[in-house]
Nanobody, 123 residues
Framework: QVQLVESGGELVQAGGSLRLSCAAS????????MGWFRQAPGKEREFVGS????????YYADSVKGRVTISKDNAKNTVYLQMNSLKPEDTAVYYC????????????????WGQGTQVTVSS
Protein backbone atom coordinates (compact mmCIF):
# COMPACT_ATOMS: atom_id res chain seq x y z
CA GLN A 1 0.00 0.00 0.00
CA VAL A 2 0.97 3.59 -0.62
CA GLN A 3 -0.36 6.44 1.45
CA LEU A 4 -0.59 9.93 -0.03
CA VAL A 5 -1.17 13.13 1.89
CA GLU A 6 -1.68 16.43 0.08
CA SER A 7 -1.24 19.83 1.61
CA GLY A 8 -0.87 23.44 0.60
CA GLY A 9 -4.29 24.31 -0.71
CA GLU A 10 -5.68 27.68 0.29
CA LEU A 11 -7.49 30.79 -0.87
CA VAL A 12 -5.41 32.86 -3.25
CA GLN A 13 -6.09 35.83 -5.48
CA ALA A 14 -6.11 35.55 -9.25
CA GLY A 15 -2.64 35.93 -10.65
CA GLY A 16 -1.07 34.47 -7.55
CA SER A 17 0.94 31.32 -7.02
CA LEU A 18 0.59 28.26 -4.89
CA ARG A 19 2.63 25.14 -4.26
CA LEU A 20 0.88 21.93 -3.35
CA SER A 21 2.69 19.03 -1.74
CA CYS A 22 2.01 15.32 -1.85
CA ALA A 23 3.90 13.20 0.65
CA ALA A 24 4.09 9.51 -0.19
CA SER A 25 4.73 6.76 2.34
CA UNK A 26 4.52 3.01 2.51
CA UNK A 27 5.54 0.91 -0.49
CA UNK A 28 6.85 3.85 -2.50
CA UNK A 29 9.16 1.55 -4.42
CA UNK A 30 6.06 0.27 -6.21
CA UNK A 31 5.23 3.69 -7.66
CA UNK A 32 5.69 4.05 -11.41
CA UNK A 33 4.22 7.52 -11.76
CA MET A 34 2.53 10.25 -9.79
CA GLY A 35 -0.32 12.30 -11.09
CA TRP A 36 -2.12 15.46 -10.11
CA PHE A 37 -5.84 15.80 -10.75
CA ARG A 38 -8.45 18.34 -9.84
CA GLN A 39 -12.18 18.32 -9.47
CA ALA A 40 -14.41 21.35 -9.42
CA PRO A 41 -17.98 21.18 -8.11
CA GLY A 42 -20.27 19.50 -10.58
CA LYS A 43 -17.43 18.53 -12.89
CA GLU A 44 -15.51 15.38 -13.60
CA ARG A 45 -12.05 14.79 -12.22
CA GLU A 46 -9.55 16.42 -14.56
CA PHE A 47 -5.95 15.50 -15.25
CA VAL A 48 -3.47 18.26 -14.44
CA GLY A 49 -0.08 16.63 -14.87
CA SER A 50 2.03 13.60 -14.12
CA UNK A 51 5.60 12.63 -13.33
CA UNK A 52 7.32 9.34 -13.90
CA UNK A 53 8.92 8.33 -10.63
CA UNK A 54 12.13 6.88 -12.06
CA UNK A 55 13.34 9.77 -14.19
CA UNK A 56 11.05 12.64 -13.14
CA UNK A 57 9.84 13.15 -16.69
CA UNK A 58 6.66 15.19 -16.73
CA TYR A 59 3.56 15.66 -18.80
CA TYR A 60 0.97 18.41 -18.45
CA ALA A 61 -2.56 19.04 -19.55
CA ASP A 62 -2.93 21.74 -22.19
CA SER A 63 -5.18 23.72 -19.85
CA VAL A 64 -2.34 24.30 -17.40
CA LYS A 65 0.78 23.94 -19.54
CA GLY A 66 3.16 26.81 -18.95
CA ARG A 67 1.58 27.65 -15.62
CA VAL A 68 2.31 24.54 -13.57
CA THR A 69 5.41 22.55 -12.76
CA ILE A 70 5.67 19.19 -11.07
CA SER A 71 8.82 18.42 -9.13
CA LYS A 72 9.97 15.80 -6.67
CA ASP A 73 12.11 15.61 -3.56
CA ASN A 74 13.46 12.08 -3.50
CA ALA A 75 14.72 12.32 0.06
CA LYS A 76 11.26 13.22 1.30
CA ASN A 77 9.26 11.09 -1.14
CA THR A 78 7.29 14.23 -1.83
CA VAL A 79 5.94 15.52 -5.11
CA TYR A 80 5.08 19.16 -5.62
CA LEU A 81 2.69 21.00 -7.91
CA GLN A 82 3.78 24.58 -8.40
CA MET A 83 0.98 26.67 -9.88
CA ASN A 84 1.49 30.19 -11.17
CA SER A 85 -0.77 32.81 -12.74
CA LEU A 86 -3.74 31.23 -11.06
CA LYS A 87 -7.19 31.85 -12.48
CA PRO A 88 -10.63 31.53 -10.89
CA GLU A 89 -11.26 28.50 -13.11
CA ASP A 90 -8.39 26.74 -11.33
CA THR A 91 -10.60 26.54 -8.26
CA ALA A 92 -11.02 22.88 -7.37
CA VAL A 93 -10.06 20.14 -4.98
CA TYR A 94 -6.63 18.96 -6.04
CA TYR A 95 -5.66 15.32 -5.66
CA CYS A 96 -2.41 13.51 -6.05
CA UNK A 97 -2.41 9.91 -7.14
CA UNK A 98 0.09 7.11 -7.62
CA UNK A 99 0.11 4.49 -10.32
CA UNK A 100 2.00 1.21 -10.12
CA UNK A 101 2.14 0.66 -13.87
CA UNK A 102 1.25 3.72 -15.93
CA UNK A 103 2.14 7.33 -16.52
CA UNK A 104 -1.13 8.45 -17.99
CA UNK A 105 -3.91 11.00 -17.96
CA UNK A 106 -6.69 8.60 -17.03
CA UNK A 107 -7.65 8.61 -13.37
CA UNK A 108 -8.74 4.98 -13.48
CA UNK A 109 -5.11 3.96 -14.07
CA UNK A 110 -4.05 5.26 -10.71
CA UNK A 111 -4.05 2.92 -7.74
CA UNK A 112 -3.71 5.21 -4.75
CA TRP A 113 -5.22 8.60 -4.01
CA GLY A 114 -4.77 11.28 -1.44
CA GLN A 115 -7.63 12.95 0.38
CA GLY A 116 -7.43 16.16 -1.67
CA THR A 117 -6.67 19.76 -0.84
CA GLN A 118 -8.91 22.71 -1.67
CA VAL A 119 -7.60 25.49 -3.89
CA THR A 120 -9.79 28.55 -4.23
CA VAL A 121 -8.83 31.37 -6.56
CA SER A 122 -10.70 34.61 -6.06
CA SER A 123 -11.18 37.11 -8.87
Amino acid sequence: QVQLVESGGELVQAGGSLRLSCAASGRTFSIYAMGWFRQAPGKEREFVGSMRWSDSSTYYADSVKGRVTISKDNAKNTVYLQMNSLKPEDTAVYYCAASKYYSTTGPNRYDYWGQGTQVTVSS
